[in-house]
């Protein structure tokens, strides 16, 4: 007998058209308005309900019912690309310049609704499951705006993933705890009277005290972090002068702030402050510092975690299933809903071993298409296992 939560020729066919599509027709954070109906017409070829409009361009469609106790599970997919001109030399890369699907988005929205064709298919599911098409991932940080417009009402738990080229096709890494970092912005203003490159003693020159800055904040890491947790301070731009013979009158730095522990992130905020303003009294120059919140880090659910390890199991057999040792210290939104309810994200291996260099967040990104498959089982299987081990309970 075939395996009716496995996806046929039919449909490994509709999906990876879907992420072709879907990538020729790049959009950014908030702006997903043709991916938006895009998926909405494959959900209504599909015959799923669906509300459009959430958050502006997010979708959440409905599988099953929610009656007699039943459980709610939510699966999600993100929606935007990146402002990065492709450079793939894809027969079907982004037919829009300086926009491109370069994380793998058209893939996550492509393994959803193949998910949804699975579930679809289920003569009797036990429980309702949400799919979540959500926009701005990459900034903006749409899961917040989602739940806002009360996506997660009557949701126990909630499943998602990212394709993972650190990964290959066939494995699914699975990780209890915490798996993504803190990513919070800092903003450093420096400014000064500015003047003539040949009168210093008659200024104060902000481009020597930026330079004195972006080395001091090494050691925030280097000599100011607990080592048993990872952090990363990267400054990841720097603006300033106008001339060889003016001194600036002011440089603006920006970076961003990556931790794991709670204690280590507020050690790092304050040690930033301290050395902003010590510039200030070092080279008398004006400096404000900003920092911004960015998203908080993602913890899997443990018992959820266990669900999602099943399903791997029953979709890429016990040797595919892997662990994440150390946790990544990109960000990832999907830890806005772990805020509210439990859930797990993994990782979904689809390295193309052809194409070294093809990073997530680059112009040559690419990901095998043989994830998708993977993927639609998984995510079904999550939602499956979830419902009947509730009903169970
Ligand atoms: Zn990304
Ligand atoms: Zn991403």
Same mark, same amino acid.
């Given at each position: ?16 058209? %879907? ?138 738990? %909630? ?19 915490? %798996? ?9 203003? %420096? ?203």
């Amino acid at each position: 007998m075939t395996n009716p939560l496995s996806p046929d020729e039919q449909l490994l066919a509709w999906m990876t058209d %879907i992420r072709r599509t879907l990538h020729q027709h790049p959009e950014l954070a908030l702006q997903e308005f043709r991916t938006a109906e895009y998926v909405s017409a494959k959900l209504a070829e599909l015959g799923i309900a669906h509300q459009n409009g959430i958050a502006g361009t997010g979708i959440a469609a409905f599988i099953g019912e929610k009656k007699n106790g039943a459980r709610s599970v939510a699966l999600r997919a993100d929606m935007d690309a990146l402002p990065i001109t492709e450079k793939t030399g894809l027969p079907f890369a982004s037919q829009h310049d300086g926009v491109m699907h370069a994380c793998g988005h058209d893939g996550h929205m492509a393994m959803l609704l193949g998910a949804a064709a699975l579930l679809k298919k289920q003569a009797r599911l036990p429980g309702r499951v949400v799919l979540l098409f959500q926009p701005a991932e990459e900034d903006e940080g749409g899961a917040e705006k989602m739940i806002a417009a009360g996506v997660l009402m009557g949701v126990d738990a %909630i499943f998602g993933g990212h394709i993972e080229r650190h990964y290959a096709v066939g494995e699914i890494a699975v990780q209890p705890g915490l %798996i993504c970092a803190f990513t919070d912005e800092f903003r450093i203003n %420096i400014r000064g009277p500015g003047g003539h490159a040949a009168k210093p003693h008659e200024s104060a020159d902000c481009i020597v005290a930026a330079a004195f800055l972006v080395t001091s904040l090494q050691t925030l890491v280097a000599r100011e972090t607990n080592p048993v947790y990872p952090a990363v301070v990267t400054v990841g731009k720097i603006h300033g002068g106008t001339a060889s013979n003016v001194i600036a009158d002011q440089v603006v730095l920006e970076g961003t702030i990556r931790t794991t522990h709670i204690a280590a992130r507020e050690n790092i905020f304050e040690s930033l402050r301290r050395m902003a303003l010590a510039v200030r009294d070092l080279y008398r120059t004006e400096t404000e510092l900003t920092l911004t919140p960015g998203y908080p880090p993602v913890i899997n659910d443990q018992k959820i975690a266990e669900v999602a390890r099943q399903a791997a199991r029953q979709t890429v057999g016990e040797n595919g299933v892997k662990s994440q040792p150390y946790p990544s210290l990109g960000g990832e939104d999907f830890s806005f809903y772990l805020k509210h309810i439990p859930g797990c994200f993994v990782r979904f291996g689809a390295r193309r071993d052809d194409l070294p260099h093809a990073n997530a967040h680059s112009p040559v990104f690419d990901f095998d298409e043989r994830v998708l498959p993977v993927g639609a089982e998984f995510l079904a299987r999550c939602a499956l296992l979830f419902l009947q081990q509730a009903a169970r309970d």
